[in-house]
């Protein structure tokens, strides 16, 4: 596929695809009679050259343009509290989030917030919120800089409790955005341990989600052509990116997010207590994470660790090799393989067990995780 012109799909929402398809923006919002967006993002994009010259370009086509960038990397309920203000202190008339997980997941529950004005845990889908999200939701763009989470194509943000930490999900199908402007030149410039941490969470929501246990064979089909993707695309993207490359995973990021409608697993119940307790990378903690979460998996699945393996183009299509592969994998591209290496250490362990045990992901894992599971795995990974 030529990877220098602009095409649109449309999966669930409408995705503009390519080099160059964030300079449709002004006229799309033109076109929509939307003047006043509210730019949500973190702030390291909001110093970057691409992000000014973007706002820029629009305030010299009459658009006023506010910028809302005071958000933790892992974000908590108060960023959408300051965020939703700014919102009402501005008079805004559409959102457009701009980023990696982070910057959309705040963007979208900003989105959320405006029309509706209870307690944001209330909306939390795990207790059946999204029963209460019956207002209309303003308009919402998506703009990835990163190939990660594929947030731009989701329905759902992650939120963290200030306090406790425990992460709250809130979703409706609401929560699409309206259009995604997926432009690879937007994360050429990532530097290598971006590139690296976000790669490894696409290829663990791919993985987790042909794994997970809910039937959806679409998702799968989806799934294993992502791990394909990033197979062919990660170490290139990471070393010596490339146009061909930084597509590749723009669109396999896509692609995980999609798949993971059909739910994740262990190693997201693994990942999220480190983001939340220790402020890890999420992309770092599922990759340090997935090569002891997926050998958890094998026995019982060897069937999917088979075609797992024929999607990375393995010569042994076992469940140990593609545990192998992804060692290999995380040591290319300058990943540690031991928990110690990123400041996880033997007193949090019980801890980060309660938490993984209590988290939203693992009942999906398509066999049962136990508290003194994760003790072990953490052990293990330590």
């Known amino acids: 596929?030529?990877?220098?012109?602009?095409?649109?799909?449309?999966?669930?929402?409408?995705?503009?695809?390519?080099?160059?398809?964030?300079?449709?923006?002004?006229?799309?919002?033109?076109?929509?009679?939307?003047?006043?967006?509210?730019?949500?993002?973190?702030?390291?994009?909001?110093?970057l050259s691409f992000f000014k010259k973007i706002t820029s370009d629009l305030g010299q086509k009459g658009i006023s343009v506010i910028v809302f960038s005071d958000i933790h990397k892992n974000p908590v309920k108060s960023d959408v509290y300051k965020g939703t203000d700014v919102w009402d202190q501005t008079m805004r008339d559409s959102i457009i989030g701009v980023g990696g997980g982070a910057a959309?997941?705040?963007?979208?529950?900003?989105?959320?917030?405006?029309?509706?004005?209870?307690?944001?845990?209330?909306?939390?889908?795990?207790?059946?919120?999204?029963?209460?999200?019956?207002?209309?939701v303003p308009p919402f763009i998506t703009v990835p800089t990163t190939s990660g989470t594929g947030s731009e194509v989701g329905r759902s943000a992650i939120i963290a409790d200030d306090e406790t930490?425990?992460?709250?999900?809130?979703?409706?199908?609401?929560?699409?955005?309206?259009?995604?402007?997926?432009?690879?030149?937007?994360?050429?410039?990532?530097?290598?341990f971006i590139t690296a941490a976000t790669g490894m969470d696409a290829l663990?929501?791919?993985?987790?989600a042909f794994l997970a246990k809910n039937y959806n064979p679409l998702c799968d089909g989806i799934a294993l052509?992502?791990?394909?993707l990033i197979k062919d695309s990660l170490v290139t993207a990471v070393k010596q990116p490339d146009l061909a490359a930084r597509s590749k995973m723009l669109v396999a990021s896509m692609m995980g997010a999609i798949a993971f409608q059909k739910g994740l697993g262990v190693v997201h119940s693994l990942a999220h207590p480190l983001s939340s307790l220790l402020d890890t990378h999420h992309g770092l903690a599922n990759a340090v994470n997935i090569p002891y979460g997926m050998q958890f998996?094998?026995?019982?699945?060897?069937?999917?660790?088979?075609r797992i393996a024929r999607a990375l183009e393995l010569k042994d299509e076992t469940g140990e090799a593609v545990v192998n592969y992804l060692f290999d994998l995380?040591?290319?591209?300058?990943?540690?393989?031991?928990?110690?290496?990123?400041?996880?250490?033997?007193?949090?362990?019980?801890?980060l067990?309660?938490?993984?045990?209590?988290?939203?992901?693992?009942?999906?894992?398509?066999?049962?995780v136990q508290r003194e599971d994760f003790r072990q795995l953490y052990a293990r990974a330590l």
Not at 2 to 21: C, L
Not at 297 to 306: H, L, M, T, V
Not at 330 to 351: A, G
Not at 359 to 365: L, S, Y
């Open 204 to 208: 663990t929501h791919n993985m987790e």
């Open 330 to 351: 995380n040591s290319s591209i300058n990943i540690p393989h031991k928990l110690r290496d990123i400041n996880v250490k033997e007193e949090h362990l019980d801890t």
């Open 104 to 136: 959309l997941d705040v963007a979208r529950a900003i989105a959320l917030r405006i029309n509706h004005r209870e307690d944001l845990f209330k909306y939390d889908d795990l207790i059946g919120g999204d029963i209460y999200v019956t207002n209309e």
């Open 225 to 228: 052509e992502g791990i394909s």
């Open 165 to 192: 930490h425990q992460k709250k999900i809130l979703f409706s199908p609401k929560l699409l955005a309206k259009i995604v402007f997926a432009d690879p030149m937007l994360t050429m410039e990532l530097p290598p």
């Open 1 to 47: 596929m030529m990877f220098d012109k602009v095409v649109q799909f449309n999966f669930p929402t409408i995705i503009r695809f390519g080099a160059g398809a964030i300079n449709e923006l002004p006229e799309y919002l033109r076109q929509n009679n939307l003047k006043s967006p509210l730019f949500v993002t973190d702030s390291v994009i909001a110093q």
């Open 297 to 306: 998996n094998i026995a019982g699945f060897e069937d999917k660790f088979r």
């Open 353 to 368: 067990a309660d938490l993984a045990f209590a988290d939203f992901a693992h009942p999906n894992n398509p066999k049962p």
